[in-house]
């Protein structure tokens, strides 16, 4: 069975390995200070500069620390703070309060709120990489040890791991079977932006209670990620757990709008491990959400031998020909098992707006110069967040503008990253790799 | 013969003449820099992303642009460091300058006129062609004049990391603080300690100040125990460009080095004291500003209420405001208290 997968494939791996800290925080000095510091180790910063930009964010990255300085400029980072607290704690990420102040009612309504950390701007760098180091791996240690996620009741993909070693080893054996279906709501992001996240979690607690009451055969589910799930059917094929699969998503349909895909398969004693199974599911996952979404696919070694993969366009707008050719480059060197990677350049905004750059179903990456003849970077990401309302399109400044308000203006204007000129070409890469791996997988 | 007529018009011919002559050899001048600005833009885009390739792989190939075109190679070395920040594709591209290039500036510093030689030095400096350095030292030696010339044979060295720029600059009577500066920030970063070396040994105050000012405006912690050791240096003026650079760069290795310049009876020194203990919060130095909130000179006051207020919050300062004996003391406490409720809004 090893023979079906492709040789470095490990998506499971390498979202483990990577840490993302959101930074909610409108002091650019500071920002960039954080982001430079960290740029050579395997850390992803992810800048809020409002307090909407923070709690969307936070949403939907489900960052492995979080930083908030109080003054922001939209709301207090006080009540950003309180309102994020409880959701944090459950999900047991670590949250710092910094500041510029340091007095003692500061620092006592910090840790009232739910900080667990309270820092002074003056950081030593020095100690600071350790210091985020240690609140990581305290998120990291306390999250593997939690085998029931709090809020929809399901097991969580620890205890999974756990039921896998088990079951493995006992229908070793006995030479039984089971099936598991890799279940993902589709649009389930957007779905939130548009009802709210308290909606999103009714949806997702919903379909944990259903799952365990509509089929007779009581499946494990375990909850993976924000809205993926496995459910776990013992003594079951795959084709009796594609049926039980379309019960839950027939009853899901009666009282949401939202539907998900799913990719089935099942364990044998040749079966690998669990990353084996998770990757097959996760094959068969992709062909069903490839053919529209609301499909469920079991996979089939002949059909799959070559594996489904997702467009990801990056479109470089940039008005220096030099500046593109180094990038095209550099990005032509993005190996990944995830994505069929594209590269498109354009010598200024107008030509990329009055292009057919955006096709719903697939993924883009916009590298926006800040300074362009015809229709600049700003003009092009307004237009950009106006007319585009997906969360399939990452947007990164990659300019020479360093003035604070510049910064500040685009990230305010819905830009998710911010690159300075002079560049280092790998850098870039790796940046948009960490955030294409946190925002579109 | 004399026929005014005859002559105006026997004028006017010639004028025209003259005229139609200048346009023709101008027109030729144009279409002739535009024919080699054409060329040299075909050159140019044919040649970059072939360059591209070149500089991301083995560096021992030859380097793709056709012999003697020094123009496009300027131009498209300074491109490629004017976007990128990766030291070692910079290595590559100083390389390829210095290969492409070094004969051709060395002809152009001992045979051509100012302005190519200036711009070769812009260019050199850019490049860092350390190849050409012993030429550009004897050419600073040669140049008497406090030109332009002078100035980016200065630059450009420093930026080589020649530190007899240093000895020259001393030996100017001329030289000011910020043509130090433009030393200091040019050197590249291993010649760092062999300038503070230079300076500890013969530095002269100018020198010392101005790379005091340099270790401020850099923010690198690295270079703290030399900023710090200037603390205890005799000299005020040393002691305040240090206190300046500690303030700049939000960090202090042991904050008892601050004690003693709260006492200080130089006011500049108490100021910068105090802006210190409020940028980093320091509040083991509260009996002291409470002290100093009542200081004779107002800057001290006005630092220390900012002081007060980052480090305690408000309440502190409303306390001041009633509390303290001196009247100024409250005055200024009750002035930042509005300042910073405004300061405060957003929060």
Redesign the interface.
Known sequence: MNSLLPQNLKKYDFLNHEKLILLIDQDMDFALKIKDLFHNFPYSILLATTAAKGLELFQMTNPDMIMID????DK???ILLEEISDIARTRMIPISVVS???????ISRSYQLGALDFI?K?I???TFIPFIENRCSIKSSLSSKVLIDDLTGAYTRKHFYLTFSTLSTQYRISNESFSIGLIDFDSFKDFNTQNGSQKGDDVLTTFVEISKMITEVSPEVFRFNSDDFVVLFRHKSTEETKELIEQIADAMHSQFSITFSAGVTSWDTTTDGHKELLQLADYALQRAKKAGGNQIHIFDPLSFSKPILRNLTVHIIDD????R??LE?QFSTWQTDLFNIHICNYENGFVFTESNWYTPQDYHVLLLDGVMPKMDGLEVLHKVKNNVHSQRVLVTMLTARKNEQDILHALNSGADDYML???????VLVRIQRLVNRLFI | MNNPLVIFISLFVTLAIFQLLLLLYLANKKIKTNKKLAHEQAIY?EA??AY??YL?SDPNEPIPLPPDEYHVAEQ?FS??M?????EK?QNNVRESASSYLSSHYEKVMKTGDWSSRVNALYYMEDFRMTSLQPLLSNRLKEVHTNDEESQQLIRTLAAMGDLSVLTYLENEPESTESMYLTVFSRLPEDVVPKAIDYVNKDGSLKATTSLLMYFGLAKN?AYLPFVEEKLHDENSALQIQALKAIFRM??ISDVNLLTPFFKSDNWIERMFAVKIAG???L?QFEHILVELLGDRIWWVRYYTADALL???????LKELSKSHPDHFARDMASQWLTLGSQVNQ??
Do not use: W
Not at chain 2, 82 to 86: L, V
């Open positions: 109080p003054a922001l400029p207090s980072g006080f510029t102040k340091n007095s003692n009612d500061y002074h003056s030593n760098l020095e220096d020909e030099i500046v050719a180094m480059r000129k002079p560049f280092h070409p790998q850098e | 885009a970059m992303p591209i390739q991301n498209l491109d490629c004017a976007i990128i920040k990766d594709l912690l939000n960090y940028v980093l919060s509040s980052v480090t305690f919050g408000e309440n502190k957003n929060e």
